[in-house]
């Protein structure tokens, strides 16, 4: 089994920064990559960032230029630095690993692993 743990959220105010971090372990086979996700209360579950194990990475419009993803495949990390956050980006911040888990000698079938997320708040 392949487990996820975020960290680094917490209360900043209005133009502050914050560094997210995702952590995967146990029987990993393989990462082929890692996806930052956010949701707020009453809101549906919005994709932030994206990055493959090669380091090419995507952004949705609404952070693209105050986000950024990265990773450290030796780790099996990735993060998620966020600058210049608004009220409108308090949400829980999930990060999604999307790999295989070991079977034997083998890795078995591709599946998105998810944390239970760290809460990020952003006073006015």
């Known amino acids: 089994q392949v487990h996820v743990v975020e960290s680094g959220g917490g209360l900043v105010q209005a133009g502050e920064s914050l560094s997210l971090s995702c952590v995967a372990s146990g029987s990993i086979f393989t990462i082929n990559g890692w996806a930052w996700y956010r949701q707020a209360p009453g809101k549906q579950r919005e994709l932030l960032a994206s990055?493959?194990?090669?380091?090419?990475?995507n952004y949705a419009d609404s952070v693209k230029g105050r986000f950024t993803i990265s990773r450290d495949i030796r780790q099996n990390a990735a993060y998620l630095q966020m600058n210049n956050l608004e009220p409108e980006d308090t949400a829980v911040y999930l990060c999604k690993v999307d790999g295989r888990a070991r079977d034997g000698v083998l890795g078995g079938e591709r599946t998105d692993y998810w944390g239970q997320g760290t809460q990020v708040i952003v006073a006015s």
């Open positions: 990055i493959t194990s090669g380091g090419w990475s």
